[in-house]
């Protein structure tokens, strides 16, 4: 028996920590907490030791590190004995590969060649070898080939082994291997053989366009609902499927009508979800940006715009920065899949061009979106072309040829679709938001830094549309790849609060213990304060999370040290910068710092959190986030969970954002229909403070109301700004207090700065 999807929380599983008994002993506390179904991250069978689940090497078969079959129906059983369900995450796009003996399939087609079962699975180029072999770009050197040995039936280098082809067995490693179905290659070399997942070698693309394949990589998904184990889907990447919505039809034929179905989808700002897709929505980063976006003062954006200039980044380069940083993604980092392109294109227009990359290359900086081919927005590659060429008026006869190939479906259209979808990840998730240090709080999945806040008149406006087109979707403030968890983007989202303070400090840290770089320095600087304790005790788990952090931003960056090509010198001296930051009198400024504006960051992060969970979609906690949270990047945030902590924090029920997360929770299940069906309407304050209220009805019986840039209103309160209520009287359910009428804001907030009021009686209050 399904049952309505009101909320989710995240588990993040894995073999090691966190597998399904663990999951199924947390189910009485989730269910006190509130929570209708609980979000596994994948379970299917992935690498061995996985600590992410999402480099699957069998999609047949449930992981059995996470307790197989059997720990699933458990857990399945429980649940629904409690009257919740499961939403599990899955992984159509590719699977991993990295060590190839895990995966059956790939190991087969190594073996076997185009004559293998699985050949057709993988979406393989073997026409990039002269002999139809598969590139595998997984050596140190093409000259490591010399060190391969014959082990077998296997080739071996290190800890890689590869099959040998029946019959093909004698001889040296060398000799073996030039017999083999695969051709092993330098990585350096800019080439592979097939489609990976943005640009990582060891996942290997799947072609679920053929529907054998989907069938068969969804053999065990449709096993979980034909049995009535679980009941929802989050879909990871479809945009980088040949046809996602064509994948989504047949996901939605396989798990049946009634099933929550929520895809991975970042939309640019300016995007819309594609209406004809049959599923509930995304799983929530544009309501991520917009519910944050709301707390962030734009009186703030000059200042920090100044600051993050003063240390050489200018702001106003960024478009052009952004540009650059794609053509690079498509030309170097992607290089093997744009090659692909060129010649799909020159195959089916039976024309090639010199400048034929470079034009594809340019192009894609026109593209302001993951992909551009769905219904609703044909005219953006049309537009994307006029842009380009009247920008280089030179791409005029080579985007010719682009534009005859993308006609009818063809393997152009497809490839360069996929192809923009992985320039976009590289060049902004993965670099530029490394390098923007404005207010890195802005610098999210799904965000887009340049603009600076969401006002209330765009947040209100978005609401209601959701309400009205995907009432369902969900929503979030953490997710496993968020670049900061929400509480600290809170903290750091304070900071447009205070800019004038913040330079101050800044620049006053910067003359005494100066970062080898300014705009690093300035980075790492407000990531250093969201996470700051406010004890200022930096332990050596603390210390170690801010050193690994560090290290992942500036090889990110790809401006002074790269994962490919480490600088041994800049990264020491960062370190080096992070300890004297951490044992010196900088520590004792950034703990009163914290001291003085924390009540701030943990009202913002209340506000947020309430938002999250009450505006149009269904919420979904990450774990942990019921309490307050310091998380960073993966893997920082796939820490594990004191459940111990928060089952005593629940029986007490004094923590202010837990008391939000349950009261929102609860009331979910008391009114659904308030929530999924009833509409939203904004709510106005009165007053010289009506700008920091943010307020809106679910419903008729549900009215939530939050404070923001709450650093003013500390210095010159309320003072006589008032919110009139609909009729009725009406309680706030985290403090008991009842209201009618019209009230002034200071008193509905004098406990909390978020109120959750609950219809308690109808007509006027006598």
């Known amino acids: 028996m399904a049952f309505p999807v009101l909320s989710t929380y995240r588990l993040q599983m894995r073999g090691d920590e966190f597998r399904f008994d663990d999951a199924e002993a947390v189910l009485d506390y989730l269910d006190e907490l509130g929570i209708s179904h609980v979000y596994l991250s994948p379970i299917l069978t992935a690498s061995a030791g996985s600590t992410h689940g999402y480099d699957v090497t069998d999609p047949t078969s449930v992981s059995a590190e996470l307790g197989g079959p059997e720990g699933l129906s458990r857990l399945a059983a429980a649940a629904h004995q409690r009257k919740m369900g499961l939403i599990v995450d899955i992984v159509p796009n590719h699977v991993g590969v990295d060590a190839p003996e895990q995966n059956p399939w790939w190991w087969d087609v190594l073996k076997s060649g185009q004559e293998s079962a699985y050949a057709s699975y993988f979406d393989i180029d073997w026409t990039l070898d002269p002999d139809g072999r598969i590139v595998l770009p997984v050596l140190g050197s093409d000259e490591d080939l010399a060190n391969l040995l014959v082990d077998g039936d296997v080739l071996r280098l290190g800890d890689l082994a590869f099959p040998i082809a029946a019959g093909t067995g004698d001889g040296s490693g060398p000799d073996v291997h030039d017999r083999q179905h695969y051709r092993l290659i330098g990585w350096r070399s800019g080439l592979c053989g097939y489609r990976r997942f943005f640009s990582i070698t060891s996942l290997a693309g799947l072609r679920q366009e053929d529907h054998d394949v989907f069938a068969?990589?969804?053999s065990e998904v449709k096993r979980w609902f034909t049995d009535g184990l679980v009941d929802g889907l989050r879909i990871d990447h479809p945009d980088g499927l040949s046809d996602p919505a064509g994948y989504l039809e047949w996901l939605r034929a396989l798990v049946g009508a009634e099933a929550y179905l929520v895809i991975e989808k970042i939309l640019a700002v300016d995007e819309a979800l594609e209406l004809t897709l049959p599923v509930a929505g995304t799983t929530g980063y544009d309501v991520l940006r917009e519910v944050g976006g709301v707390f962030v003062d734009p009186t703030g954006e000059q200042a920090l715009t100044e600051l993050v200039e003063s240390a050489g980044f200018r702001y106003a380069t960024v478009p052009a920065l952004s540009a650059e940083l794609k053509t690079t993604a498509a030309t170097v980092t992607l290089s093997s899949e744009l090659r692909r392109l060129q010649r799909a294109i020159a195959a089916t227009t039976g024309r090639d061009h010199p400048l034929l990359g470079t034009a594809v290359a340019a192009l894609l900086t026109h593209l302001h979106v993951y992909r551009s081919d769905y219904p609703s927005l044909s005219v953006m590659m049309s537009t994307a072309i006029a842009e380009t060429i009247a920008e280089a008026p030179e791409l005029a006869e080579p985007l010719q040829l682009v534009s005859a190939a993308l006609a009818g479906g063809s393997e152009p259209a497809v490839r360069i679709q996929q192809l923009c979808g992985a320039v976009t990840a590289k060049s902004t998730e993965d670099c530029l938001f490394y390098r923007d240090a404005r207010l890195v709080s802005l610098n999210e999945v799904g965000g887009e830094p340049e603009h600076f806040g969401v006002s209330v008149a765009e947040f209100h406006r978005r609401a209601e549309v959701r309400a009205r087109l995907w009432p369902t979707t969900m929503t979030t403030l953490t997710t496993h790849d968020t670049k900061r968890g929400e509480d600290v983007r809170a903290r750091i989202g304070v900071l447009s609060q205070v800019p004038s303070l913040w330079t101050e400090l800044v620049?006053?840290?910067e003359r005494r213990l100066p970062a080898v770089d300014a705009a690093t320095g300035l980075f790492l600087w407000q990531n250093i304060f969201g996470i700051w304790p406010a004890d200022g005790n930096v332990d050596a788990t603390l210390r170690g999370r801010v050193h690994a952090y560090a290290e992942k931003a500036i090889r990110e960056a790809n401006l002074h040290t790269s994962w490919n090509d480490p600088d041994s010198d800049f990264e020491d001296a960062i370190h080096t910068w992070l300890d004297a930051v951490i044992d010196g009198p900088v520590a004792t400024e950034l703990t009163a710092l914290v001291a003085r504006l924390d009540r701030t960051a943990q009202g913002d992060a209340l506000g947020q959190k309430l938002l999250?969970?009450?505006?149009?979609?269904?919420?979904?906690?990450?774990?942990?986030t019921e309490l307050w949270?310091?998380?960073?990047?993966?893997?920082?945030?796939?820490?594990p969970v004191d459940y111990a902590a928060r089952r005593a924090a629940l029986a007490e029920l004094t923590h202010p954002k837990l008391r939000v997360v349950r009261a929102a929770l609860h009331l979910r299940r008391r009114r659904p229909d308030s929530f999924l069906a009833g509409g939203y309407t904004p709510v106005f304050a009165d007053g010289v403070a009506a700008e920091h209220l943010v307020s809106f009805l679910r419903g008729q019986d549900v009215l939530v109301a939050t404070s923001r840039w709450t650093s003013r209103i500390d210095e010159t309160g309320w003072g006589d700004t008032t919110v009139t209520l609909p009729e009725g009287t009406w309680t706030d359910l985290l403090t008991g207090a009842e209201h009618f009428g019209t009230v002034a804001v200071g008193d509905l907030l004098s406990d909390?700065?978020?109120?959750?009021?609950?219809?308690a009686s109808e007509g006027t209050h006598a």
Do not use: C, I
């Not at 009450?614 to 774990?623: E, H, I, N």
């Not at 700065?753 to 609950?758: D, I, T």
């Open 612 to 624: 999250a969970l009450t505006v149009p979609g269904v919420p979904d906690v990450y774990q942990g």
């Open 752 to 759: 909390l700065p978020v109120a959750l009021l609950e219809r």
């Open 629 to 639: 949270e310091d998380s960073l990047v993966d893997p920082d945030n796939r820490r």
């Open 507 to 509: 620049n006053a840290w």
């Open 216 to 218: 068969a990589s969804h």
